[in-house]
C-alpha cells in the first residue's frame, strides 16, 4: 500500500519540480536580458553647443544620439550634463560630482569654445582639459575629446594655439578625438543661427553623423580606444 502511495505521488513531485525549474530558469534569463539592456552610462559634458541653446531641446544632437542609440538596440543612458556659457575651468569643477553622482563608463568632453570666445590662454585650457580626462579615467570611464576651433578674427596666433590644444591633449593622454566638432556644418547654408555661433536645428543630425563613427568605437569596445590615433568621420 505504502509503495502504491509514493508511486501516486511521484508524477505530482515530478511536474512541481519540472516548474520550479522553469520559473527559476525565466528568473535567471529576465535578469540576463537586465543586465545586458543596461550596458552603462555616457556623460555629455559640454557648452551651449551640446545644450541645445537657441533650439528645441528635442532637436540637439544629443538627444538624436539617444534616438539612434535606441533604434540599434544599444541601452546606453545618455546624461546631458551641458550647460550654455560653460567653460572648461566650469567643466573642470563640476565633474567630480557628475562622476560621483552618475558613475559614468564613457565621457564625451565638448569644451573649449568659451574659453577661446574669451580669449583665455590655450595653456589653462590645456591644464584643465588635461585634469578632466585624468579625473575621469581616474572613476573607470573612457572619454572622448571634441575639437573646437576659433574664427580667424582672433589672429593668426591665438587661433593657431587654440586649435592646437585638443590634438596635443588626445596626443598626451592617447584619447580619441574628434578634431573640429563643427566642421562638417560651420559652411553649411542654414545651419548656423543669426549669431554665426551656434549650429541650428538643421545642423544637429550632421553633427551627430560627425561624432558618431569615433563614439560608435567607444561605445562597442571593438578597438582600442586608448590609443593616439584620431577619430574623424
Known amino acids: 500500500m505504502a509503495a502504491v502511495?509514493?508511486?501516486?505521488?511521484?508524477?505530482?513531485?515530478?511536474?512541481?519540480?519540472?516548474?520550479?525549474?522553469?520559473?527559476?530558469?525565466?528568473?535567471?534569463?529576465?535578469?540576463?536580458?537586465?543586465?545586458?539592456?543596461?550596458?552603462?552610462?555616457?556623460?555629455?559634458?559640454?557648452?551651449?553647443?551640446?545644450?541645445?541653446?537657441?533650439?528645441?531641446?528635442?532637436?540637439?544632437?544629443?538627444?538624436?544620439?539617444?534616438?539612434?542609440?535606441?533604434?540599434?538596440?544599444?541601452?546606453?543612458?545618455?546624461?546631458?550634463?551641458?550647460?550654455?556659457?560653460?567653460?572648461?575651468?566650469g567643466g573642470l569643477a563640476r565633474l567630480p560630482r557628475l562622476l560621483s553622482e552618475h558613475g559614468p563608463d564613457w565621457l564625451v568632453l565638448e569644451l573649449g569654445g568659451n574659453d577661446g570666445l574669451r580669449g583665455y590662454p590655450p595653456r589653462m585650457l590645456k591644464q584643465n582639459l588635461v585634469r578632466m580626462v585624468e579625473m575621469a579615467r581616474e572613476h573607470g570611464a573612457e572619454v572622448l575629446l571634441l575639437g573646437m576651433q576659433m574664427p580667424p578674427n582672433y589672429g593668426k596666433a591665438y587661433t593657431k594655439a587654440f586649435a592646437e590644444v585638443f590634438p596635443k591633449v588626445a596626443a598626451e593622454q592617447k584619447v580619441p578625438l574628434v578634431p573640429f566638432f563643427l566642421e562638417t556644418v560651420a559652411l553649411l547654408d542654414g545651419a548656423m543661427q543669426t549669431d554665426g555661433i551656434h549650429p541650428t536645428a538643421k545642423a544637429q543630425p550632421a553633427l551627430l553623423d560627425h561624432v558618431w563613427p569615433c563614439l560608435e568605437i567607444l561605445l562597442k569596445g571593438s578597438v582600442d580606444t586608448r590609443s593616439d590615433s584620431l577619430c574623424t568621420s
Open 5 to 89: 502511495f509514493f508511486r501516486s505521488l511521484v508524477p505530482g513531485f515530478i511536474s512541481r519540480g519540472l516548474l520550479l525549474i522553469v520559473l527559476f530558469y525565466a528568473a535567471a534569463v529576465k535578469a540576463d536580458e537586465r543586465g545586458a539592456l543596461e550596458t552603462g552610462t555616457l556623460l555629455v559634458l559640454g557648452d551651449s553647443i551640446s545644450a541645445a541653446y537657441g533650439i528645441d531641446e528635442r532637436d540637439g544632437w544629443v538627444q538624436l544620439l539617444r534616438d539612434r542609440l535606441a533604434e540599434q538596440d544599444l541601452a546606453v543612458k545618455v546624461v546631458n550634463a551641458s550647460v550654455s556659457g560653460e567653460t572648461s575651468a
